[in-house]
């Protein structure tokens, strides 16, 4: 079965600078990467997904993460990060022949401060 | 358009009594899942639907959790006789076709179960 490992429960950060958040999976066979946000009071909602191609994979508001397959590392990265960023922060796998399931990771809790 | 609507938004219960959540998927998504997020942890997969093909309970931690989904839109999640480590926040998410390479999930707000 896979996993997912999310190394950070909790990251603060200053408005304006870079933003990390690390994600390593396991599993036996191929699988989709994701990240998922969730803003305070709202719901999860795509941030971005790996399916295959490019390792370098770019989503909405300025995000981006790299699909290291040796490594099997997905980290999520942001340039410069705005007070809106503060939200909670998974990363998910998907096995690819059974990809309805998701399995996420625990979480990373951004907190930006101006 | 409107979104996965969950209600309630909160509930507090009594171990040992029985709860229904209810969640109402996107209109036309053919796949509806329930996840439970406790404390400090990741989702956790409860239950998925999808059509009218059998629902995959391989995430029900128990007997005690059932789920149904009537006329392929509506879901109710149950847990009967209620325990403490019940506790936690329920989330329901929809999407428009089976398969993360195709459609994402969209999640609702969840409900927030508190078992005294």
């Known amino acids: 079965a896979q996993s997912v490992t999310q190394l950070d429960s909790q990251v603060p950060v200053f408005e304006e600078a870079p933003v990390e958040l690390r994600c390593n999976y396991s599993?036996?066979?191929?699988?989709?990467l994701f990240w998922y946000v969730q803003y305070p009071n709202q719901g999860l909602q795509l941030l971005l997904k790996?399916?295959?191609?490019?390792?370098l994979v770019k989503g909405i508001n300025g995000f981006e993460a790299e699909f290291n397959k040796s490594q099997t590392s997905f980290h999520l990265r942001k340039p410069s990060v705005h007070i809106s960023d503060t939200a909670e922060y998974f990363c998910?796998?998907?096995?690819?022949?059974?990809?309805?399931?998701?399995?996420f990771g625990a979480g990373t809790t951004v907190t930006v401060r101006a | 358009g409107a979104g996965v609507s969950q209600s309630p938004s909160n509930k507090v219960t009594e171990k040992g009594k029985d709860v229904e959540l209810r969640c109402d998927p996107i209109?036309?998504?053919?796949?509806l899942y329930w996840y439970r997020q406790s404390l400090g942890q990741g989702l956790e997969f409860l239950i998925y639907?999808?059509?009218?093909?059998?629902?995959?309970k391989s995430g029900l931690p128990s007997d005690r959790f059932s789920a149904e989904r009537t006329g392929g839109s509506v879901s109710t999640l149950t847990i009967q006789r209620t325990q403490q480590e019940d506790s936690a926040v329920y989330l329901c998410?929809?999407?428009?076709?089976?398969?993360?390479?195709?459609?994402?999930?969209?999640f609702g707000n969840g409900t927030r179960l508190t078992v005294t």
């Open positions: 998410a929809s999407s428009l076709s089976a398969g993360q390479n195709v459609s994402p999930l969209h």
């Open positions: 599993s036996s066979v191929s699988v989709y």
């Open positions: 790996y399916l295959s191609g490019s390792t």
């Open positions: 998910a796998v998907a096995v690819q022949r059974n990809d309805y399931k998701l399995s």
């Open positions: 209109s036309g998504h053919t796949a």
């Open positions: 639907f999808q059509g009218n093909s059998a629902p995959d």
